[in-house]
């Protein structure tokens, strides 16, 4: 139970309820209620100024009170309504001139553990000239057949407080991740705007002009060693478009998330020879946000390790977008990831990266790596807002 709900008494404790003065009878072999509170029925816990304690027996009659609770009735002029042998619910009833929010939510637990539909009341609400929070606990127990409760309530203004302000600061630092993967992102789509608009340019140039020395050379050594820059040229302009659409890829900012990992997986096919399985769930919503290019980037460095490392066949690409959350599992029947690796760092920085991305934005990110033959599976879920929400990877997954 938790302290919100009231603090329940231990064992030993709830045995030693007998005691002179008590309202209604307790269970023979019961020590005298002496040795849980002092003369005047005081109730001694730890946290005693926290919360205001009661214990009650069946019919709600007030077996002892703790000084806390006391205190706060002496402030307001009843203390002989709340005492040992008074009746709580009379209490209350009496009191609802003066605190009629906290006993009328104190009167509907009673007549809820009453009906026996439950063991245990929590409600809340809010008085005073502050506008305070308090949260009202009943926690029934029995012991011998006979039924009792601990009847507590708190102060909780401040945890509200504090949480309220927590989950501010929460949003604020995911909102600031979220703008500084955005600015990563344009300064990704900079990089490859300049790329394509300048060196790939100067590429063309270069090609061209070893054309026309092809055209106008007659010496054979000559035209061989052009014809071979020739060839190296045109693999780096092809490896720099790659960078360049690696970089970012139109699609993402254009089509959206379903598009980009559409023409993502149907380009690498098409290059690599892996037989590759895209299956897209749900309705591509958004357009460029730092979600959707962090999702695409997994998908995306996923790719790229099963193309360089896995020797796989086939690959398996699942991404399902839901209202509330991105989800994807990319899967392939490759060699598996190195005996050990999970005790070594990644050898490169794009799984780290992967990672970091991920759980920059709130979410989860995981990897499942079988003996040989029987692959690796990719996982992660990012909230569509970037803040707090949790994704359990499945037994055998390992947390990046």
């Known amino acids: 139970m938790s302290y919100l709900m009231g603090p329940q008494l231990p064992m ?18 019961c020590n005298d209620v002496g040795a849980l509170s002092g003369p005047d029925g005081d109730l001694g816990l730890a946290g005693d100024e926290l919360a205001q304690v009661a214990v009650v027996d069946g019919r709600w ?33 009496d009191n609802l001139y003066v605190d009629r929010n906290g006993a009328e939510v104190m009167l509907r637990g009673m007549r809820e553990i009453d009906s ?34 601990t009847v507590s309530r708190i102060n909780v203004t ?31 789509q900079r990089v490859a705007r300049e790329l394509h608009d300048t060196a790939a340019q100067h590429l063309t140039g270069v090609n061209l002009g070893l054309a026309r020395l092809l055209a106008v050379s007659s010496d054979p050594a000559a035209i061989a060693i052009a014809q071979e820059i020739s060839d190296l040229l045109a693999q780096f302009h092809r490896d720099l478009r790659g ?34 399985s895209v299956q897209i ?13 962090a999702m695409f980037r997994v998908v995306q460095e996923a790719l790229a390790n099963i193309h360089r490392h896995a ?21 392939d029947d490759g060699i598996g ?9 990644p050898s490169g920085v794009g799984m780290a990266a992967m990672a970091n991305r991920v759980i920059e934005l709130g979410g989860r990110f995981a990897i499942r790596s079988r003996p040989v033959a029987r692959g690796t599976t990719v996982a992660a879920a990012i909230p569509r807002d970037g803040a707090g929400q949790t994704f359990v990877p499945a037994e055998g997954f390992v947390a990046a």
């Open 281 to 293: 769930y749900g309705n591509d919503r958004r357009r460029g946000t730092a979600v959707e290019a």
């Open 337 to 345: 990831l190195p005996e050990g690796w999970r005790d070594r760092p």
């Open 243 to 276: 960078v360049t659409y690696m970089l970012h890829p139109p699609e993402l900012r254009l089509c959206g998330l379903h598009a980009a990992v559409g023409a993502l997986c149907e380009g690498l096919e098409q290059r690599s020879g892996l037989q590759i």
């Open 12 to 29: 030993e404790m709830r045995l030693t309820l007998r005691g002179k003065g008590a309202a209604s009878e307790l269970p023979e072999g």
């Open 61 to 93: 009659n007030i077996l002892v009170v703790n000084a806390a609770w006391k205190r706060a009735v002496e402030q307001v002029g009843q203390p002989a309504l709340l005492r040992r042998g008074g009746n709580l619910a009379r209490y209350f009833n």
């Open 158 to 188: 401040e945890l509200i407080a504090l949480r309220a302000q927590t989950l501010s600061l929460s949003a604020c630092l995911m909102r600031a991740q979220a703008s500084l993967i955005r600015a990563q992102e344009d300064e990704r």
């Open 116 to 149: 026996g539909s439950t063991s245990q009341f929590i409600g809340s609400y809010r008085a005073g000239a502050d506008d305070c929070h308090f949260q009202i606990s009943i926690s029934v127990f029995e012991t011998d057949n006979r039924r009792y409760a």
């Open 311 to 331: 020797h796989a066949e086939h690959v398996r690409v699942r991404l399902e977008s839901r209202d509330d959350i991105l989800f994807v599992v990319v899967k």
